[in-house]
């Protein structure tokens, strides 16, 4: 390997440089090994740590015993071989993703059972492990990792050969497990494993996406453990939902728990059926420290349901409701859905800590019945601290409202798309706002070079994005901000 040297500044304050043969240089293997710690320290791409790990072999060694992170996949060939080098070259590894999207079989043999064998043996500082579309590895491998004393988060995305028996065996010995996420894993339903996570109490972050097997009501095993929880990410498959009756013992299992949700801070449902009598309807209003709600696509949510949240949620700071367009409602057909203005005046009087709103509708298509008006919207933004507003398919929203928005003190990020009913005059009324910085526009018809004119050269905006909206031009764009994003792209209105 080529011996480097590092060249101090003289009198004439040349810049230092690695190389050459003045007298004033000395070699790299002088430096301080804590100096050369933190210089590996500071490079955060692996391409970056890749390269100054050939520069000399202490900064070849000193990498492979700083590198905590991994990210390999179709690229590793031989499969075990390859893994068992890595192992060995980073042994502190504390993060490691193994991806096989993409993958088809002329890329090699995927990691196997025997890849987890190799990595719970050599990684013992191993603490996030991600495995996504790794098909041939079931049960046993994750045996293997039950081994892994350390390990705090595992990630299956598609994981089609692992069942509730490799989840319970995994959690039993990875006894400090507080991340758990599971996404298209079909053959994983609620088994024991949910229960004596609960029993352990060290979950803290709980994601399932699309696991057939398991419902929104078999959350209720998680029993004691609600109390360590602080996020929960629920998101049911939206062709296999339906609506299950639940027995007099279930909604006394609920009751129990009454307590127990006092830590949850970040809540995500989406396709879930939200209903009174459900035990869904009863989380939503027994959140006492909730600050994040994403609520996407959920079918029955009525005003009663955000009226006891905002009750309860006072706490909350950031809020996003996608609504399914109303041929979805019959899931219900005694309760229709039902989301007025009096759910987000309810929010205005008492989640005054409030500062990000969205709001948004299916397929561009507006319910015409029981929801959301202007005048709702605007009592949120003249009583909460409104500082990020997106309206996506709002037909209700139209001029006057951007001049109402003119006067908020909060806004700082605007986001409006297919909201038809917004023209020039109203883009003209919102350059008022005092610190709007931020504003994108997607889809909306009524928005010319017009409406975007007196923006030039005010030096008001820092970002502009305008997207696919057909009556404005690249050149209308100009001058209205510091930095600006222009695409155009008309299919979408044929």
């Not at 004691?224 to 609506?243: C, I, Q, S, T, V």
């Not at 500062?355 to 561009?364: H, P």
Request: charged share 20%.
């Amino acid at each position: 390997m080529p011996r480097r040297y590092m060249q101090f500044r003289d009198a004439s304050e040349r810049p230092c440089q690695f190389g050459g043969s003045d007298t004033m240089g000395f070699l790299m293997e002088d430096l301080p090994e804590e100096m050369l710690v933190n210089i590996v320290r500071r490079i955060d791409q692996t391409a970056d740590r890749n390269s100054i790990s050939l520069v000399s072999k202490r900064l070849y060694a000193i990498d492979g015993e700083q590198r905590d992170f991994l990210r390999v996949g179709c690229g590793l060939h031989p499969a075990i071989e390859a893994l068992t080098s890595l192992c060995i070259r980073f042994p502190n590894i504390k993060k490691l993703e193994i991806v096989y999207s993409g993958w088809m079989s002329n890329l090699g043999k995927q990691l196997d059972n025997q890849g987890l064998f190799v990595l719970s043996s050599n990684c013992h500082s191993l603490t996030e492990l991600t495995l996504s579309f790794c098909s041939f590895i079931n049960d046993s491998g994750l045996a293997y990792l039950s081994s892994c004393r350390n390990l705090r988060s595992l990630k299956l995305n598609f994981a089609p050969a692992i069942s509730s028996n490799g989840i319970l065996s995994l959690v039993v010995g990875c006894k400090n497990l507080s991340a758990l996420h599971l996404i298209r894993c079909m053959k994983v339903s609620s088994f024991e494993w949910l229960e004596y996570l609960g029993k352990l109490g060290k979950l803290e972050d709980l994601s399932i996406k699309n696991c057939r097997a398991i419902s929104e009501h078999d959350l209720i095993k998680l029993g004691p453990g609600w109390n360590n929880l602080k996020r929960l990410e629920f998101e049911m498959d939206a062709y296999y939902r339906y609506p299950k009756i639940y027995d007099s013992s279930s909604v006394e299992k609920w009751l129990r728990h009454q307590g127990c949700y006092k830590n949850l801070r970040d809540l995500s449902l989406v396709n879930c059926i939200i209903a009174p009598g459900r035990w869904l309807s009863y989380l939503l209003g027994r959140c006492e420290a909730l600050e994040r709600l994403h609520l996407d696509m959920c079918i029955a949510v009525e005003d009663t349901d955000m009226i006891a949240l905002s009750h309860k949620s006072r706490n909350l700071t950031s809020m996003s409701i996608r609504l399914p367009s109303q041929f979805l409602a019959p899931v219900f057909p005694s309760s229709p859905l039902r989301l007025t203005d009096e759910s987000l005046k309810a929010l205005a009087i008492n989640c005054l800590m409030l500062e990000v709103f969205e709001l948004s509708f299916s397929n561009g298509e507006f319910p015409s019945f029981h929801c959301f008006s202007q005048s709702g919207i605007l009592a949120l933004i003249q009583t909460c601290p409104i500082r990020v507003l997106v309206l996506d398919s709002a037909c209700f929203f139209n001029d006057s409202g951007m001049e109402a928005l003119g006067s908020s003190p909060y806004l700082q990020t605007l986001k409006l798309i297919r909201c038809q009913e917004v023209t020039d005059k109203g883009m003209q009324l919102i350059q008022r706002c005092p610190l709007l910085t931020d504003l994108y526009l997607c889809k909306c018809l009524g928005v010319t070079d017009s409406g975007l004119k007196p923006l030039i050269g005010l030096c008001k905006l820092k970002y502009l994005k305008i997207e696919d909206c057909p009556q404005i031009s690249e050149k209308g764009v100009q001058g209205t901000a510091m930095f600006i994003s222009y695409k155009q792209d008309s299919s979408w209105l044929y």
